[in-house]
Each structure stands twice: as structure tokens, then as C-alpha cells.
């Protein structure tokens, strides 16, 4: 169950005395070191001298440039274009596991958990499988390119560092199924949005036949989305009615 009474000890309220210690000890802390440098001083030295996140990989080969299918498009911008081909091939990948590991809790959960309400495998299962294809969409198309699909891009790099909160949650033995589809969601969202800038960006770049594959991707993705919202919507109404019960045993 997600939402029990316990001893929950982390708020304030739990310690009346050491939180009015607390809050005296904090007006004392000096707001620098050494009396030179202020913290927002710090934070923009290093804003200002901080290196790119990377960079967006040449083809990896003088074939692979000559070969690649940017010399026939129409954008200006084929750096964008395969710096966001690589952030969404990493995330679909990740998308596989994050979808392989909610399947695992799934399947555990189904009988002890969430008896009440189980999702069904069969249908995360499909959904991890669409995940996986279109990983390997992206991996034709990075090739087509010429551009080496291994490689991480600026955007990818950035990407797996803010998807890796949900990760964290999704992989957590202790986390509850509500919770790791609570995570799903955003996950899904943030995959929704991404598939539909990557589209403009193929019919800017005159990728027709991408576009209409992303299009597909995109549709399924649409799937994904409802349904993962669906179930949490479902999760999250069913334990309520516990905690409610839980709370009247307090009243
Ligand atoms: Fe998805």
C-alpha cells in the first residue's frame, strides 16, 4: 500500500525544540567563508566559465560524411537535427528499461501489493516493445545520416540527467507501483513533446520519409501517454479510500 500512517519522524512538528534551535542557528551562519566571495559570486564564476555540454559528433568517417544523407537536405541547421536524434535515441533506450523494470514490479506486485487494481503486463510489455523499435528507428536514421548513433549528444547528455530522478524512483525497490507510474507520466510527457519538436525538425530538414516515421512513433507514444495517465488516475483514487479509513481511526 503507498499511503499508510506510520512514524513518519521527518517534519518539523516532530521536534518542536531542536526546529527553534535550528531556526536560531541559521540567522548565525555566516553568508560567506572566508568574507570575500558571496555565494551568487561563486555561482557566476562558474556560470561564466563553464564548458559546453559537449558537442554534436561529425561523421565519424570521410565516407560516412560523403555518404551522408545531409548533403540532401534542405535545413541549415543538421547539427540540431542530430543533436536531437541522439537525445531521443537515448531516452527510448532508457525507456526500454524503465518499462522492463516497472514490468518486474508490476509483476511482483500483482499479488501482493495491489491485488485490487493490476496492470496489465501484456499491454506494458507491447508498450516497452514500441519503445524498442523506435530505438532502433533512431539508430537507422542517425546512420542514414552518417552520424555514429553510439555517440552521446549535448542534448542526450542533458536529457538522461533529468530523466534519472524517474529512473531513481522507477528502480527503487521501495517505491510503490502508483509511484513509479507517477514518474511513467512525466516520462511519457517529456517523450510526447520531444517526438513532436523532432518531427518539425525532419520536414524543416526535408526528411520527409523521417517525418512520416516519427509521425507513427508519435501516435504511439500518444497511446502510451493516455494510458500510463489512465492507470495513475486508477492507483491513485483506489488507496484514498485506505487512508481516509486510515485517518478516521485518528479523529
Ligand atoms: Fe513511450
Known amino acids: 500500500m503507498d499511503q499508510h500512517l506510520g512514524m513518519n519522524r521527518t517534519g518539523i512538528d516532530m521536534s518542536p525544540v531542536h526546529s527553534k534551535q535550528m531556526l536560531q542557528v541559521d540567522a548565525e551562519i555566516p553568508q560567506t567563508t572566508d ?3 558571496t555565494r ?5 564564476y562558474f556560470l561564466e566559465n563553464a564548458d559546453p555540454l559537449g558537442s554534436v559528433p561529425l561523421p565519424g568517417t570521410v565516407k560516412g560524411a560523403a555518404k551522408s544523407a545531409l548533403k540532401m537536405t534542405t535545413g541549415h541547421h543538421p547539427e540540431v537535427f542530430i543533436n536531437k536524434l541522439g537525445e531521443r535515441l537515448a531516452y527510448e533506450r532508457s525507456g526500454v528499461r524503465v518499462y522492463q523494470q516497472l514490468i518486474a514490479k508490476c509483476t511482483h506486485a500483482a499479488d501482493s501489493l495491489t491485488p485490487d487494481l493490476p496492470l496489465p503486463i501484456e499491454r506494458l510489455e507491447e508498450f516497452c516493445r514500441q519503445e524498442e523499435e523506435h530505438f532502433d528507428l533512431l539508430t537507422q536514421c542517425l546512420k542514414k545520416l552518417g552520424a ?3 555517440a552521446q549528444t549535448p542534448d542526450a547528455d542533458a536529457s538522461g540527467v533529468a530523466a534519472s530522478g524517474m529512473m531513481k524512483v522507477i528502480t527503487d525497490p521501495r517505491t510503490s507501483v502508483s509511484q513509479c507510474l507517477q514518474a ?3 516520462i511519457e510527457l517529456a517523450d510526447n513533446a520531444a517526438w513532436e519538436l ?3 525538425l525532419a520536414e524543416d530538414m526535408g526528411m520527409k520519409d523521417m517525418a512520416e516515421q ?4 508519435l501516435q504511439q507514444e500518444d497511446i502510451h ?3 500510463v495517465r489512465d492507470w495513475y488516475e486508477k492507483k491513485c483514487a483506489r488507496p ?7 485517518l478516521s481511526m485518528f479523529c
Do not use: C, V
Request: charged content about 25%; overall charge negative; proline content about 3%.
Open 184 to 186: 511513467m507520466l512525466a
Open 40 to 44: 551568487a559570486g561563486i555561482e557566476n
Open 225 to 227: 501517454l493516455r494510458e
Open 198 to 200: 523532432l518531427i518539425k
Open 214 to 217: 516519427f509521425q507513427h512513433a
Open 35 to 37: 568574507g570575500s566571495s
Open 240 to 246: 484514498g479510500e485506505n487512508l481516509a479509513a486510515e
Open 148 to 150: 555514429d548513433p553510439t
